[in-house]
């Protein structure tokens, strides 16, 4: 007898593989692995958790009318082209599902979210890794490597694990660049993390061109990491074909609930925006007083600093280091970063700990 057989691309997968919450020995200690809010959540976002959770008995509105509204109002966007989903990875995996199967090809940066070769490798499309340029993206490398075979190309921007920005002249050159049957996806999961007002002008893009679509979440700025709350903005036409595919209750009304809250308590947003420059700020600089150690901090615009290892403190031993002083941070050498620490910026206590920290395991105490 034969067991059924998954298909090839199926097998080709590398799971996805989540930030870790207890240290080898079962310790739960600070965890700076999955760069979740240090301040929590909202607190209107709480009590309206809490007051959604008595109808548990309940489906969720499929439509997600109010949801879409509230974003719709505080972005200026038309909400019939919002989707949503189970955390903005689904959005991302609904529009590989829509526009690319086996012979196409999706294109991503070298050092790109995880999320993406899933999704390629899920509908039966080739991956195509796009060199970087100092761990940032690399507009003239995406644009080199499309071919006629190309469906989408995925941008995260600010772009984790890197935490790098590639600014709106950027952004636009590489948009003004591709075929236009290219669907380019801007994945903005920490764009409310940007210093100032900058922006890469993706959301506008998504408003006027016909390929371009925009991803965000509830799961870091807002703290909602549990909810899983995504959403996205396109054209109507890609939308549409999203709906097609996309799970009919893939949003709880707890959830939703929170979300819809969040969004209105800017004192909130506010708060954590200022906390993470702050402290995102002074964990890089106190990284290049141990630049003598070998160490270095990419340049972030996001919750998180990517910290490599070029001297003798290597990164394994300082990640091991880390987990036995009380921190668990993110190692990533399944993501070719053999070398590097992806380290969320925590609060005050647990950002100054790191630093000593690592100050004792690189040998400057």
């Known amino acids: 007898m034969t067991a059924p057989v998954p298909k090839p691309w199926i097998m080709e997968i590398a799971p996805y593989v989540p930030g870790r919450s207890t240290t080898d020995d079962g310790r739960r200690v600070s965890k700076l692995s999955s760069n979740e809010n240090p301040l929590g959540t909202s607190p209107k976002a709480r009590a309206a958790f809490l007051t959604a959770a008595t109808s548990l008995e309940r489906y969720p509105d499929a439509s997600a009318v109010e949801l879409r509204e509230t974003i719709a109002v505080r972005y200026g966007l038309d909400p019939a082209r919002i989707i949503y989903g189970n955390g903005s990875d689904e959005v991302l995996h609904l529009a590989a599902g829509a526009f690319a199967g086996p012979g196409d090809e999706i294109i991503y940066v070298h050092y790109g979210f995880t999320v993406y070769p899933i999704a390629t490798r899920r509908v039966g499309a080739t991956p195509v890794v796009a060199p970087d340029k100092d761990y940032a993206t690399d507009v003239d490398a995406i644009l080199a490597s499309v071919t006629e075979r190309t469906k989408i190309v995925f941008v995260a921007n600010p772009n984790n694990p890197t935490g790098t920005y590639a600014p709106r002249s950027e952004i636009l050159r590489l948009h003004a660049g591709l075929p236009s049957h290219v669907l380019l996806v ?4 920490y764009a409310e993390y940007i210093e100032g007002d900058d922006d890469d002008g993706g959301m506008e893009l998504a408003r006027t061109a016909p390929n371009v679509l925009v991803t965000r979440t509830f799961s870091k700025m807002y703290g909602l990491a549990a909810e899983r709350i995504g959403w996205g903005y396109a054209s109507a036409p890609i939308i549409e074909a999203m709906h097609r595919i996309r799970l009919p209750f893939s949003i709880t009304i707890a959830g939703t609930a929170a979300a819809v809250a969040a969004l209105g308590d800017t004192d909130f947003v506010a708060h954590t925006k200022a906390h993470n420059a702050e402290w995102r700020r002074w964990f890089a600089d106190e990284i290049a007083k141990l630049g003598n150690k070998g160490l270095r901090a990419v340049p972030s615009q996001a919750n998180f600093v990517l910290v490599l290892f070029e001297g003798q403190l290597g ?51």
């Open 186 to 189: 801007l994945d903005h999961a």
């Open 315 to 365: 990164a394994e031993a300082a990640y091991k280091g880390l987990m036995d002083a009380g921190y668990i941070v993110r190692w990533l050498p399944g993501q070719g970063l053999p070398h590097g620490l992806r380290i969320t910026i925590g609060t005050e206590e647990e950002t100054r700990g790191v630093i000593a920290a690592l100050r004792s395991l690189a040998g400057e105490d």
